[in-house]
């Protein structure tokens, strides 16, 4: 490009000096820089490469400021790319992701491109999700038909009211049965992306059946943990086991599900033959009440969360060291197993 058609006036040269000088960003600086050069006569391609910068850029900023004048070369101008979907367009897209809750971004590329017509790439998509304030997340689970709000606040006023009231040295449990099995659950995890995670799994065909009891005055753990089934009778030894390690204390409260096998006509004779030994049934579909819930979701993160066990025996052993020795836990217990019980929301359920 030949410039020597065009003087650059002694206002002109002061004005880019003044430019320069107070334009703290010294990517905008260079611009004026180089219009200096120019204005002493240097040629594109010197300017250039004194500053490092293309022809072609110099080219445009020489012509930006003969058009434009000198305020445009002092801002970058940057102008965000419009998106192709009209803000009414995103709003029923961001409706339809929070009523249909797609797994997978493609899902919502395909939904656009049929709604309206518009091909997104998958990092498009991502973008417009994020930006519209939704992100990935692990669904959290609650029961289909909890009882109402009415009823678990009942319960849990029940539950302050007994202990407020019974007998000094009255042991309140929290029980319920798990099932652990011999498997690997992938979960979450900090990994790096440049080797991605890949785990072990067993068949899952073996498993330990663990019926415990949770004392969340002391955080201490009472537990009849083994291969049998859990029955009439195994319920009754599992009560036996509670009897003999609370066996000082005047009296025992267990608040448990409504198992099946702790209803049985066997299991009440056991009970009527037990005075001390009381159990609270809890309302169906309500674990939020209970809180050994929250102690089996722990186990599961502690013992079989992105965990490989090749032997059974070796995962039996580690579940015993496990459950034998919670009081290794007892700081995390004192905030995760708090005496605060969640509400399940009952009209904020959505039937599908």
Partial sequence: MDISGYKFDHNEIESLKRARDNQADARLKVRFIALLFLAQGSEFKIVAHSIGKSIITIEKWYNQYRNKGIDSLNSFQYKPKKSYLTS????????????????????????????????????????????????????????GNPPSEAVQMEKIERYFEMKRTSEPGTVFLFGDGMHLIHQNIPGLCWA???????????????????????????????????????????????????????????????????????????????????????????????????????FWRFVKERLVRNRYYEKYKVFRAKVFQFLNHVDDYADDFKTLMVEKFEIIKTKAISMP
């Fill in 192 to 294: 790096d992306p440049k080797e991605p995670l890949v785990l072990k799994t067993n068949t899952g065909r073996q498993r330990l059946n663990i019926l415990g009891a949770y004392n969340p005055d002391n955080h201490s753990f009472v537990h009849l943990t083994g291969e049998e089934n859990c029955n009439a009778e195994r319920a009754m030894e599992y009560f036996e086991v509670i009897l003999k390690a609370y066996r000082h204390a005047p009296a025992i409260v267990l608040f448990l599900d409504n198992a099946k096998y702790f209803k049985a006509k066997i299991v009440r004779k056991w009970l009527n033959n037990h005075s001390k030994f009381k159990v609270e049934f809890l309302p169906a579909y309500a674990p939020n009440l209970n809180l050994i819930e929250r």
């Fill in 88 to 143: 009414s367009q995103i709003n029923q897209m961001v409706g339809w992701v929070k009523q249909t809750n797609p797994g997978k971004t493609k899902q919502v590329g395909e939904y656009i491109k049929e709604q309206f017509g518009v091909c997104y790439s998958n990092e498009a998509v991502r973008k417009i999700l994020k930006k519209s304030g939704l992100k990935i997340m692990l669904p959290k689970v609650i029961p």
